[in-house]
């Protein structure tokens, strides 16, 4: 198989893997810490659904170009993990923006603040996590790794 065809196969399923780790997480912190992910009622209930969306685009990007070339692990997950953080603190910053009547510093702070945050601080780990797991996979679709199968599947030989 092609290995960008490989690659984008995979970041597609590492995607998944992250949005839901964003979402379990989000919601353990929230029941744990007994605090809303979104403290401000004015900023509304999409900025951070679209932000996380955002930053899974993100992933999903970075991954698909990358993993192409899996043996720099290194560097495709620190970019996985900031382009994931940066995507969700800039889609916050302009989610507040349209959705309040607040200033370009307010906004500003709100993104900041809310990346800094439990909230924004899973979404990095997350990516990173996702990441680490799709080169782990890539690399060895790329040494020659075939897919599990089945007992029926196998054959006599083996």
Same mark, same amino acid.
């Given at each position: 198989?092609?290995?960008?065809?490989?690659?984008?196969?995979?970041?597609?399923?590492?995607?998944?893997?992250?949005?839901?780790?964003?979402?379990?997480?989000?919601?353990?912190?929230?029941?744990?810490?007994?605090?809303?992910?979104?403290?401000?009622?004015?900023? !509304?209930?999409?900025? @951070?659904? /679209?932000?996380?969306? %955002?930053?899974?685009? &993100? $992933? *999903?990007?970075? #991954?698909?170009? =990358?993993?192409?070339?899996?043996?720099?692990?290194?560097?495709?997950?620190?970019?996985?993990?900031?382009?994931?953080?940066?995507?969700?603190?800039?889609?916050?910053?302009?989610?507040?923006?349209?959705?309040?009547?607040?200033?370009?510093?307010?906004?500003?702070?709100?993104?900041?603040?809310?990346?800094? !945050?439990?909230?924004? @601080?899973? /979404?990095?780990?997350? %990516?990173?996590?996702? &990441? $680490? *797991?799709?080169? #782990?996979?890539? =690399?060895?679709?790329?040494?020659?790794?075939?897919?599990?199968?089945?007992?029926?599947?196998?054959?006599?030989?083996?």
């Amino acid at each position: 198989m092609d290995p960008r065809r490989t690659a984008w196969v995979v970041a597609g399923f590492a995607t998944a893997l992250f949005a839901a780790l964003v979402v379990c997480a989000y919601g353990f912190v929230s029941l744990l810490a007994d605090v809303e992910v979104v403290a401000d009622p004015a900023v !509304g209930v999409l900025v @951070v659904p /679209v932000a996380v969306g %955002a930053s899974a685009l &993100a $992933v *999903l990007l970075t #991954l698909g170009l =990358r993993l192409a070339r899996p043996e720099r692990m290194a560097g495709t997950v620190a970019l996985t993990a900031l382009g994931s953080w940066l995507t969700l603190v800039i889609v916050a910053i302009i989610g507040h923006l349209v959705g309040s009547t607040g200033s370009v510093a307010a906004s500003a702070a709100f993104g900041i603040l809310f990346g800094l !945050g439990w909230f924004g @601080v899973v /979404v990095p780990l997350a %990516a990173a996590v996702a &990441a $680490v *797991l799709a080169v #782990l996979v890539a =690399r060895g679709r790329d040494d020659g790794m075939r897919r599990p199968r089945w007992p029926w599947e196998r054959d006599e030989d083996e």
